[in-house]
């Protein structure tokens, strides 16, 4: 029975909806774990410096495929040359190394992005639309992720567009999550824009806590957000993403080699709205943005 290595930085209660969905593609292409294939699955629970160990240890499993996000990519890349690698990640994989172009990315890496950074613009605009009376915006980012810089020079361009000044703030651990709300809340911030990675996703409820407790009105990237509680979100499907994964893992197991298939964009954006905070947060959701919305939660 192949073995495929899941690897990830997160821990399995903040993924396992990724999981889900992965599986799901698998099956599609005709393999159903404990049937025909196994997933060893290793998780870093938030600590990206154990992502070379247990890929060292994924490799030493010999596993027919690994299949990760950028960082534990990253990781994986640096451990084997030969085994095929599945990305899945939100950020160019041709500007940070992984792949040699889209079309024939080469080598034994390929995968799917999700790139929340191309939507900023929208991003913005929706959540000026919502809380026009915003003079001052915020935008917590990951300093971690290989496109910081990318994404806050889309963000000044976007914020410059409206005409509204933004202050960005960082935060890649739970102590610096709750000391840049703090500093949020000092600056008089009146909306928050979310960045993307899987920190930010593991943290999505107590982001959501926290932008709540402080009424701030805020946009994530990711469905999962607004299900937990937050205002908002517009971007890729990460879920239809990692579910695409799962289908380039099974065509791997038949055989075809990871650096000719091409690397896939996105195809699926979700625009979700979460009425009962915007209620809570005395926000009265327009009618037009509520029929535009792939999903209005109640």
């Known amino acids: ?159 410059k567009t409206i005409g509204r000044r933004v202050l960005f703030f960082k935060a890649a651990s739970p102590s610096e999550l709750n000391a840049a709300f703090g500093s949020i809340v000092q600056a008089g911030v009146g909306a928050l824009l979310v960045g993307g990675g899987p920190f930010f996703l593991s943290q999505r409820q107590r982001l959501a806590v926290l932008s709540a407790r402080h009424a701030i009105p805020s946009s994530y990237t990711d469905r999962e957000f607004a299900v937990a509680g937050g205002l908002m979100s517009y971007g890729p499907s990460q879920t239809d993403a990692y579910r695409r994964a799962g289908i380039y893992a099974g065509r791997i197991l038949k055989g075809e080699k990871a650096g000719d298939l091409p690397v896939e964009q996105p195809t699926k954006f979700e625009f979700v709205i979460n009425v009962g905070t915007a209620a809570a947060l005395d926000i009265a959701v327009p009618n037009s943005m509520q029929l535009i919305a792939d999903e209005v939660i109640q």
């Open 1 to 159: 029975m192949p073995v495929i290595g899941f690897l990830r930085v997160t821990s399995l209660n903040d993924s396992a909806h990724l999981v889900t969905a992965f599986q799901r593609g698998l099956k599609e292409a005709g393999f159903v774990e404990g049937q025909n294939v196994a997933i060893e699955y290793r998780w870093a629970d938030g600590q990206n410096e154990r992502l070379p160990e247990l890929a060292a240890d994924l490799v030493n499993r010999q596993v027919a495929v690994i299949v990760g996000h950028s960082n534990a990519v990253q990781a994986a890349k640096a451990a084997s040359a030969t085994i095929p690698i599945i990305f899945v990640v939100g950020n160019d994989p041709v500007r940070t190394g992984l792949v040699a172009n889209f079309n024939r990315p080469g080598g034994n890496v390929t995968g799917v992005t999700f790139t929340t950074v191309d939507v900023t613009s929208k991003r913005l605009g929706q959540l000026h639309e919502l809380v026009p009376k915003a003079e001052l915006i915020g935008v917590l980012l990951d300093p971690n992720l290989p496109e910081f810089d990318v994404e806050l020079r889309d963000v000044e361009i976007a914020a």
